[in-house]
């Protein structure tokens, strides 16, 4: 009797249901609009904002990185990808301590080590968090399909790799034992 009732104001107010031109009411199923990593700005390893977006127009490989661990070794090949190949493609690294405590110092003894024992010249940014409850935002896009489009692949330890396409969508996901310069990373990022 009330559905009754609510039908009747409603239609007394002038208000209908359906109406034959009205567009399709949205439903569960619809696909999530999705954002680009150039919706976010970070740190730099300085401390300094950085907008993602000043790297419009050139591929990205976003790596989570630390100084002990047995990937370590891989700051050398990021770098020989970014010099050889920095037209296309342009690395960013992102020093976290989640796996195995292997990224212990700060943001300065980042910088030092990685300078000096591997020569990086590419961008560094402030030590962030890339799972759990902290996780920082940028990872928490990077690792959920509903918000990239793409992947839902967390770092599962580290130097896991996201590369991102010229338009800042994330398009794949690469596990910490796909080495910087393989042929399936490079083919990637000249395609």
């Known amino acids: ?3 009754f009732v609510l039908i009747g104001a409603l239609l007394a107010s002038g208000l209908s249901f359906y ?11 619809t696909a999530p609009a999705t ?5 976010f700005t970070v740190k730099s390893i300085d401390g300094k904002d950085v907008k993602l977006s000043q790297y419009k127009g050139k591929k990205l490989l976003i790596v989570n990185t630390a100084s002990e661990c047995g990937y370590t070794p891989q700051y050398k090949e990021l770098e020989e990808l970014y010099k050889k190949h920095g037209d296309r493609v342009t690395v960013l690294g992102f020093p976290a301590n989640n796996f195995g405590e292997q990224e212990p110092g700060t943001e300065a003894q ?8 591997y020569g990086v010249t590419f961008p560094l940014f402030s030590k962030v968090s890339v ?10 896009f990077l690792s959920d399909k509903s ?19 010229e338009q800042g969508h994330v ?6 034992k796909v080495k910087p310069m393989s042929d399936e990373l490079v083919q990637a990022i000249l395609k």
């Open 147 to 165: 918000k990239n489009g793409a992947v839902s692949d967390a770092p599962t330890w580290n130097f896991c790799k996201y590369l991102v396409d």
């Open 171 to 176: 398009v794949a996901f690469y596990p910490s």
């Open 35 to 39: 954002g680009t990593v150039y919706d």
């Open 1 to 3: 009797m009330k559905a």
């Open 19 to 29: 109406h034959q031109n009205s567009a399709p009411a949205m439903t569960e199923t």
């Open 110 to 117: 980042i910088a030092t080590f990685c300078e000096k024992n």
């Open 131 to 140: 799972k759990g409850d902290d996780t920082v935002p940028l990872y928490k």
